[in-house]
């Protein structure tokens, strides 16, 4: 069951949907969300289950609450928690709220996804406004795997050519997914949910692609990874939209990580994970096409605990990563180096650009490595090459901190050559090869700064 309410006083042909909790489903007792008159049920998610608990400052539990609409709404936040000094994340949408009597009002021109911090990292609550689902399927098509409202205990769903798996606005799905085939729909406004599993206990990744051709992953959310979280493996032509991710219940719980993998785009989704939010990797050889190639990330929020934001070629298994875009991005938390480009056995990282990136810094030591590397994670023991890699309008606001930016090559055959950072800005300073912060080491060339180019 949903509930849908109209307001007169927004705009009367403005809808909300909000899709009730399953029974037996513990909710947020720190928040609760109104969406005009609509009641939208608050979730929560747990980080930093053991072995890893204490070890790390991750701000505890965090709540996170979805809904529909297709026009401006005004979300109502009640909370245990002072709401006077919150921040919404990302900055770049410019929300403003109003604390009255001790709740919050948000008004949101139509569907977004943002962070609300009243204390930063502890406790937030995470905003999802989706579109109004559209063409939703039968559960009674032969081709379409259903779950209804309530919580299911699957463990594995797979599915094959041209079906599609439902998940209800309604439904918490415990289990995992694995895709083989083509023509394969993951959708709903449910959430496939991992908590039940210890780390790296769980039935294959939450989400397998392997051996696909056109695939679209759309709208759910994916809570508490017991590891890897979105794998297209040996897989083409893949579509992942407003896709959520709300982790860091564990290590090694990656995002999305495209191995081996062409033309996979990444649009509209949030990601918060305690392990690198997108990795590109190779992992086997075995594939006809093996390059990892034709992927893009786009107009998404990143939020990573404990390693990278950007993690590109530590499993190196293939003879190039390229042609990548990663463009209008927020990354509003991270820890270690956001931008870490380490290729190795061989392989050819190169046309790569990232643009138009906005990122929160908390004074962190570092922000870019591009070096070719030999690592514990590699087979064949010899480094890369990096060529060609653009970053174009990136700023860096936040806390001042060193931010270094590091680019080296290996040795005299595995080099670094090609690199340009235009109008890259740290705390409103211009990046140049005079900046304290950039270190550029022996076999790195053609490396410029400078404005955009018209």
Not at 85 to 112: A, F, N, W, Y
Not at 374 to 400: A, C, E, W
Not at 417 to 438: C, I, K, M, Q, W
Request: aromatic letters at 8%; one cysteine or more; charged letters at 25%.
């Amino acid at each position: 069951m949903t509930l849908e309410c109209v307001v007169p006083a927004v705009a009367d042909k403005v809808r909300v949907v909000s899709y009730p909790a399953p029974r037996g489903e513990v909710l947020s007792s720190l928040y609760s969300v109104r969406v005009n008159d609509t009641e939208v049920p608050v979730y929560r998610q747990r980080v930093a289950d053991p072995p890893f608990a204490g070890k790390y400052k991750y701000g505890g539990t965090y709540a996170f609450a979805s809904f529909d609409c297709d026009g401006p709404v005004s979300v109502r936040i009640n909370s245990s928690r002072n709401l006077d000094k919150t921040v919404i994340r990302p900055l770049s949408k410019q929300v403003k709220s109003e604390v009255i009597d001790g709740h919050m009002l948000v008004p949101l021109k139509g569907p977004c996804k943002l962070s609300i911090e009243p204390d930063g990292k502890n406790g937030p609550l995470l905003l999802f406004a989706n579109p109004i689902e559209k063409d939703i399927p039968s559960k009674e098509d032969p081709n379409v795997v259903y779950f209804g409202p309530g919580i299911h205990k699957p463990e594995r769903i797979t599915l094959t050519s041209n079906q599609t798996l439902y998940l209800d606005g309604s439904a918490i799905v415990k289990g995992s997914v694995n895709a083989q085939g083509e023509n394969i729909t993951i959708r709903g406004r449910g959430i496939l949910d991992g908590n039940d599993w210890e780390w790296r206990k769980g039935p294959g990744h939450m989400v397998s692609i392997r051996d696909c051709r056109n695939v679209r992953l759309e709208d759910i959310i994916i809570r508490g990874a017991w590891g890897w979280t979105v794998v297209p493996k040996g897989s083409s032509d893949v579509r992942i939209q407003n896709l959520k991710i709300c982790n860091s219940r564990v290590q090694n719980d990656d995002g999305i990580n495209p191995c081996n993998s062409q033309n996979i785009r990444i649009s509209d989704c949030f990601i918060r994970s305690d392990d690198d939010c997108i990795a590109l990797k190779g992992l086997e050889y075995k594939w006809a096409d093996n390059n990892v190639e034709g992927i893009t990330v786009e107009n998404t929020i990143l939020w990573c605990d404990r390693a990278r934001i950007f993690l590109l070629g530590h499993e190196s298994r293939a003879k190039y990563m390229r042609n990548i875009r990663m463009t209008n991005l927020d990354i509003i938390h991270f820890s270690m180096t956001p931008f870490l480009l380490q290729p190795g056995e061989d392989m050819h990282l190169t046309s790569v650009l990232f643009e138009d990136i906005r990122i929160h810094g908390e004074a962190q030591r570092s922000l870019m490595v591009l070096q070719p590397v030999i690592n514990r994670y590699m087979k064949k023991q010899t480094p890369g090459l990096i060529s060609d890699i653009t970053f174009r309008n990136v700023q860096v606001n936040g806390r001042d901190g060193e931010y270094r930016v590091e680019i080296r090559g290996h040795d005299a055959s595995y080099t670094v050559n090609g690199v340009r950072l235009e109008n890259f800005r740290v705390l409103d300073r211009a990046l140049t090869s005079h900046s304290s912060s950039v270190r550029i080491g022996p076999h790195a060339s053609g490396i410029s700064f400078g404005q955009v180019r018209e």
